[in-house]
Each structure stands twice: as C-alpha cells, then as structure tokens.
C-alpha cells in the first residue's frame, strides 16, 4: 500500500503546482500565442499572468523598465538562461528557441500596454519637427 500513495501524492502536488499558474487574460494575435504559452508555463508563477505582476515576487514586465532602452533582448535572453537578482537560471525549463517566443510575446505585450521604446519616441519627435509648421494667414 505505501508504494502506491507516494506515486499518488506525486500526480497531486504536481497536478496542485500546475494549476495554480495564473491564466492568461491578454488575448493575443497568432504569432504571439506559443510566446504566451510557453510564458505562462515557466514564468508567470512568478511575474504573473500577463507579465504584469500584479501581487506577486518577481517585477511587471510590462513597465517601461523593460522595453529595449532599458532592457535589451539579450538582456532578457540573459536572465532567463542564467538568472538575475533573485531569478534563478530557467535553463532547464526553456529552449533557445522558446526563450526568442517569450521575448517577441512580451515586446507585443509592451506595445499594446501604449508604451515605447526611448528611441521610437526620439523618431517621432523628430519627424515632428522636421514636418513644416502649418501656415496661418
């Protein structure tokens, strides 16, 4: 008998785990959706679903702290594999090619909370002052 409860206990603690994951809210187009998934399985326990961070351990990615001024691709690629402060290595739980979904996932994300990157707003105001001023008579 004790060999079949541990296997038994096992299935629910990992069954329990999972399913306290938070779920995905943010309905995202095609190309983002294996990025919000594989976020979903290995990083939102932590920065929470959306990557907002609402009440939990780790930071919002969705926060201008993060864009690419501030926090490059590589710099993401970078924690991920090898971790950063308090973040372990997710190396195990990722590939190379799930971490590049994750990444484009979170600058999707980034883009339709309205924010932009340092040197997107520097192009626009300089179109913007490059356009002639409108005549007045």
């Known amino acids: 008998m004790k ?8 299935f629910f603690c990992a069954f329990f785990a999972f399913s306290c994951a938070p779920k995905p809210t943010l309905d995202v187009p095609e190309p983002f959706k294996n ?8 990083c939102s326990n ?27 691709d590589a710099d993401i690629r970078g ?7 308090k973040m372990l290595p ?10 590049a979904e994750i990444i484009k996932y979170l600058r999707y994300s980034q883009k339709a909370a309205g924010l932009k990157p340092e040197e997107e707003d520097e192009n626009e ?6 356009k002639p001023s409108p005549e007045r008579n």
Do not use: W
């Open 3 to 10: 060999q079949l409860k541990f296997p038994i206990l096992l």
């Open 90 to 99: 997710q190396k195990n739980y990722v590939t190379s090619e799930e971490i």
């Open 46 to 72: 932590c920065h929470g679903s959306d990557a907002m961070g609402k009440h939990t351990q780790a930071p919002r990615l969705i926060d201008e702290e993060y864009l690419t001024g501030n926090f490059s």
């Open 35 to 42: 990025g919000q998934q594989v976020f979903h399985r290995v």
């Open 79 to 85: 924690a991920v594999l090898n971790g950063i402060g």
């Open 125 to 130: 105001e300089e179109e913007d002052e490059a």
